[in-house]
């Protein structure tokens, strides 16, 4: 059984910044592509960023590109994304999750859908206040 357990959300001031982890089990994790979506009260969960299994390509949504970097560390079977400059709007629940297929292509446009993965983290709540 596959289970993500995400880390490191808070509350922070705008312009802070903040690290999140996320620890998977159940599955050799460093053959697929992982990813960070979230979604704020009254919204639909929305794509944040992807990495591939190797960590070499990654893909991001315009509203975070240049302020939110996602890698990864295969030996230890984990995730992060480092959150820079975050603004109100950035307010939501964080949540991890990993793709369906190993070798999953990052660099495409499905690798924003929610439907390129099959298991999802509890979430972890971040609030940026002004």
């Known amino acids: 059984q596959v289970r993500l357990v995400e880390s490191g959300g808070g509350l922070v001031q705008a312009g802070g910044s903040l690290r999140l982890s996320c620890a998977g089990s159940?599955?050799?994790?460093?053959?697929?592509?992982m990813g960070w979506f979230r979604q704020a009260p009254g919204k639909e969960r929305e794509f944040v960023a992807a990495i591939n299994w190797s960590g070499v390509n990654t893909n991001y949504a315009d509203s975070v590109k240049g302020r939110f970097t996602i890698s990864r560390d295969n030996a230890k079977n984990t995730v992060f994304l480092q959150m820079n400059s975050l603004k109100p709007e950035d307010t939501a629940v964080y949540y991890c999750t990993v793709s369906r297929k190993p070798y999953t292509l990052v660099q495409v446009t499905s690798t924003r859908s929610t439907r390129e993965y099959d298991a999802w983290g509890q979430g972890t709540q971040v609030t940026v206040w002004s």
């Open positions: 159940g599955r050799t994790f460093s053959m697929y592509a």
